[in-house]
């Protein structure tokens, strides 16, 4: 086994206040899993990256002036995660609610042909899932949405 780090072509980091505590909860309420955690001799967090599927995510703390968790902003969000999953978005979404996430929007099936919900973490990070649940071709969400689509792939 090589020790070289898979890398994808990119990733988010998301940031907390509590960076170990929303690890913990990720891994509850989301089904996430910890692949790296770093941290430094007075064991705080310096780095950690968590699993889901084929994706990743970084967390981290507010560790410069330009990092904030949303509850350091007055629980605004300047993006949000999309994480697709292959099955099981409504038990998912019923784990997460257990979990204390605040359930921003009930899964509900879109004119794309995904069931889609999103929910709130303990620190306001806004976090949507998304499931396939039907081929939907480009002129089939045209007319269903009314809108104009390029790129339908």
Known sequence: MSDEVERRSFTTAVYY???????????????????????????????????????SIKVGTEWAHYTASPVAVGGKNTQSVRVHLLNGIDAHCAR???????????????????????????EGHVWTFDQTVRPVSREEAEKASGLKIEGWA
């Open 17 to 55: 206040r509590d960076a170990f505590a929303a690890l913990d909860w990720l891994e509850e309420a989301f089904g996430f899993e910890r692949s790296m955690v770093i941290t430094d001799a007075d064991g705080k967090l310096a780095h950690s990256e968590m699993r889901f599927g084929d994706g």
């Open 96 to 122: 997460a609610r257990a979990a204390g996430a605040v359930i921003l929007r009930e899964p509900a099936d879109q004119f794309y042909g995904d069931r889609v919900y999103s929910a709130r973490d303990p």
